[in-house]
């Protein structure tokens, strides 16, 4: 049975993931955004602003 390789490993094929913490409403509001992107690209990106604690989940 073959097992795919990752490229992961190859710097030139990563991935960069950050966090943020968004602050609205003059500090009185905040929220967290994860953002992935392919630094390599301008275009390759992904953001999502519904990032929840699994105590949150539950």
Known sequence: MN???SDATDDSDGL???GYRI???EGR???F???IED???ETAWLMSD???SLEEMR
Do not use: I, K, W
């Open 3 to 5: 097992t795919p390789e």
């Open 16 to 18: 960069v993931g950050r």
């Open 23 to 25: 602050t609205v409403d």
């Open 29 to 31: 509001e905040s929220f």
């Open 33 to 35: 955004a994860l953002s």
């Open 39 to 41: 630094p390599d690209s």
């Open 50 to 52: 519904t990032v929840r």
